[in-house]
């Protein structure tokens, strides 16, 4: 049986192994960000029909403000989603890293595309989305590949203390 360390080595050797990561991790982000939107959908404030001059009409029922909210997180996905599905692969292939230091730099990118939610004017349609994305780079993205290092002779230490001159093998 391989060790992580090992297989995640052996996938930076092999493409096909690579391939399935980013592929793995671009599923998991469409996913977190389908469960925000649907969940920004379930909690926000009803929408008022805006009429034919843009003057508010009658309040939407609460199927239709649903169906508005996930409109919107369709067309947000092209200022939010598409930047960071971008990006996303870049930390598969390129994230030699792993740990606090590899999921703290992956969140704060991911936290750039949203800077335009803070003028959305909705706080469950901003935390949401933070949330996501926070989410997305600290639990469902997969631990990057290992880039296979040098491979050097065990060194003395790896191989005992040195026997005293004079003294007895052990045996």
């Known amino acids: 049986m391989q060790s992580e360390a090992e297989a995640r080595a052996t996938s930076w050797r092999r493409p096909e192994r690579l391939w ?28 008022e029909d805006l009429g034919p001059d843009f003057w508010p009409g009658k309040t939407l029922s609460y199927w239709e403000s649903f169906l508005a909210y996930l409109d919107d997180g369709v067309r947000v996905f092209f200022l939010i989603g598409i930047p960071s599905m971008l990006l996303i692969p870049l930390f598969v292939i390129w994230g030699y890293r792993s740990g606090v230091e590899r999921r703290g730099a992956l969140v ?64």
């Open 108 to 171: 704060t990118v991911l936290l750039l595309p949203t800077w335009f939610l803070f003028f959305a004017g909705t706080l469950g349609m901003l935390l949401f989305s933070l949330a996501a994305q926070v989410v997305h780079g600290l639990v469902v993205m997969p631990a990057p590949p290992a880039r296979p290092g040098p491979t050097t002779a065990p060194g003395p230490a790896a191989q005992g203390p040195t026997p005293r001159p004079g003294a007895a093998p052990h045996g």
């Open 20 to 47: 399935a990561q980013v592929a793995f991790a671009l599923t998991g982000y469409l996913l977190t960000y389908a469960a925000a939107w649907i969940l920004i959908g379930l909690t926000g404030h009803r929408r």
